[in-house]
């Protein structure tokens, strides 16, 4: 019979110990700064060329690109956002950016 219960136990143990997992999510993210670039409603940049003609906001969070993005119409899909260590050396590019803003 105790060898029912220590199994028992153990199995309660190992079940109860997995159900828990340790947030891993980047705690500083809303606190990250991206470069902000345009790009058209079908998803191409909105000029060609160096990055930084491309540019529309440096070194901002995307709270703050949301906010002051201007996104409206069909005419925009709104902003992409690189961190500074990730931007592309020219435009168009097909990089995949590190963050967006959604269309309002």
Excluded at 24 to 46: H, I, L, S
Excluded at 59 to 81: F, I, M, P, V, W
Aim: hydrophobic share 30%.
């Amino acid at each position: 019979m105790k060898n029912y219960l220590f199994g028992l136990l153990a199995l309660v143990l190992a079940i109860g110990f997995s159900s828990f997992t340790v947030d891993n999510k980047n705690k500083n993210a809303p606190f990250e700064v991206y470069e902000w670039y345009e790009v058209t409603y079908d998803g191409q940049y909105e000029s060609t060329g160096a990055a930084t003609s491309n540019l529309v906001f440096s070194a901002q969070t995307k709270n703050y690109a949301e906010s002051n993005d201007g996104c409206s119409g069909s005419g925009r899909h709104c902003l992409r956002g690189f961190l500074s260590t990730n931007i592309p050396a020219s435009f168009p590019s097909t990089d995949t950016p590190d963050e967006t803003t959604p269309k309002n």
